[in-house]
């Protein structure tokens, strides 16, 4: 039971490694683009495609379909491989093998779905933002409405660190009975304001 246990718990690990990695890469590709340098835009602008893809209005462009599997997909899935791959250096084999699958069974149903998975889907609101360490998909659809936030893909601890989970701007905020806020985030109506 224990070895169940302690494989279960590195495989975990191998791939909480590979999204944190991940992770942070997707924050560079958004730093990149701001950079003064060409060749550096330039790589920042590979992820642009995955944002053309499912763009701020939260609507599908399946124009995109193609580039997002090569400028996003792909690059994403070869990121937190090599990550995950390092961890034979300290974990069990069978542990990292299992973090591997599971990430290529992701890819894979990406990929099938041409990007549409359970996190692509066009949405014309969102309900409101719940908190918690887990990642849902409407905390990923945010990145997609405000690209300079919610860079976490499966955790959110790059969020936490670098203070990107919650934006002030375009959030409609209610006073509930019980004195709490709740936030409820509207990409549609808050694109019309703007005009
Ligand atoms: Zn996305
Ligand atoms: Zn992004």
Known sequence: MFYICSIAFQAIFAFLIGTIVFDVFHYFFHLLLKSKHKFLRSIG???TAHHRFLNSQLKIDREWVKKNFYQHLLIEYGI???AISACF????????????????????NATYNRGIDARHK????????LGGFLVTKYYHAL?????NYFFSSYFKILDFILGSAQP????????????????????????????
């Open 80 to 82: 937190k491989i090599s």
């Open 168 to 195: 002030i701007n375009g959030k409609r905020i209610a006073l509930t009975e019980m004195g709490s806020t709740d936030v409820q985030y509207t990409p549609i109506a808050r694109k019309r304001s703007c005009k």
């Open 89 to 108: 250096l300290f974990l069990s084999h069978i542990s990292v093998w299992i973090a591997i699958i599971f990430e290529t069974i992701i890819f894979t």
């Open 45 to 47: 602008s590979l992820h």
């Open 122 to 129: 066009s949405y014309s609101i969102l309900p409101s933002y």
């Open 143 to 147: 990145h997609h409405v405000y690209p």
